[in-house]
């Protein structure tokens, strides 16, 4: 009597990586309704030079309590600190100092442009491949960026001087996106991203005591929720998983999914702040999702031989 031969049952395996995206998109959102929140009550240079100092003492002191190797070359650390003065110092002192003046919905979408500057360089820069579909739903998504923009603008509730600090912080971003993955330090993200707030707070912090002062921050209950998050949420979990997406993906797929900010942030700017939302603005988030999806599917794979 023979028995069939057994057949092993291959179970589907998990794909962590939408996690990733869902978790990345909702806290780098929030982090702008958490960056107004505070600047409002604190100066914004002073706010970041704290964050970035207290995330790096943070995850190094970590990493030391664990006794986790020390696997970064010379090399690798300057280049996470280069990082730190493009990605936190640059980016988010600018940023902060326009959300002075700026809404946090238009702050978020601003900087939500960044997939399409990040595509143009990585094509010329990092040879990535540009197809026409990727242009069309980079050009998607700038429109329906750019028609929530021009309908905020018209309100006339944001001030340009706070919109070329956002600007200015756009051009850091992409900046360092790229940088990373020209660069590529080794290593792990861990400690690197602990080198790289250290970096941004040592880099920050001359101004921030030069153009301000202690006396000048408001103490509140908001402000340290504020604080708390874009400490643990933003600087240490929100920029390991972006790095963690820029490795996994190109630079313009990962740079892509800052489209969904603009929705989540107008969401979370409504929720939290009470700032205006019309009906035309969430008309621009059509295009925006249909840009998302082009972007980002995956090329159709050519037939077997």
């Known amino acids: 009597m023979s028995l069939a031969p057994s057949v092993a049952v291959s179970r589907p395996t998990f794909n962590p990586l939408p996690l990733y995206v869902g978790l990345f998109c909702l ?32 995850i190094l002191g970590i990493s030391a309590l664990r006794s986790e190797k020390w696997d970064l070359s010379w090399r690798d650390t300057a280049v996470f600190a280069l990082l730190g ?9 600018l940023g902060y100092t326009g959300l002075q003046t700026v809404s946090a919905g238009l702050g978020g979408l601003i ?6 500057f990040t595509a143009m360089l990585a094509a010329l820069v990092l040879r990535e491949t540009m197809t026409w579909r990727k242009v069309t739903g ?34 850091s971003i992409v900046a360092g996106t790229i940088l990373f993955k020209v ?13 790289q707030n250290i970096a941004g707070g ?22 340290a929720g504020a604080f708390a998050f874009l400490v643990l949420g ?7 998983l972006w790095f963690h997406l820029l490795k996994v993906c190109g630079a313009t797929a990962a740079s892509a999914y800052h489209f969904l900010m603009p929705p989540l ?17 969430l008309l621009g988030i059509v295009p925006v999702a249909l840009g998302i999806y082009l972007v980002t599917r995956p090329a159709a794979a050519g037939p077997s031989a």
């Open 111 to 116: 900087v939500s442009a960044n997939p399409v």
């Open 138 to 171: 980079l050009m998607l998504g700038v429109a329906g960026v750019a028609f929530i923009v021009w309908h905020r603008m018209s309100v006339g509730t944001d001030d340009w001087h706070g919109i070329l600090f956002t600007l200015a912080s756009l051009v």
């Open 202 to 223: 040592l880099a920050v912090m001359p101004f921030a005591f030069t153009f301000a002062s202690l006396s000048d921050i408001v103490p509140s209950a908001r402000l």
């Open 234 to 240: 933003g600087s240490i979990l929100a920029y390991l």
């Open 265 to 281: 942030g107008i969401l979370f700017a409504f929720l939290v702040l009470g700032e205006h939302v019309e009906f035309r603005d």
């Open 27 to 58: 806290l780098w959102s929030f982090a702008f309704v958490a960056g107004k929140i505070g600047v409002t009550d604190c100066p914004p240079l002073i706010l970041l030079a704290a964050r970035f100092s207290l995330a790096g003492i943070l």
């Open 85 to 93: 003065v493009a990605n936190n110092a640059l980016y988010l002192g």
């Open 183 to 195: 660069l590529a330090p080794k290593g792990s993200l861990w400690i690197g991203n602990g080198i």
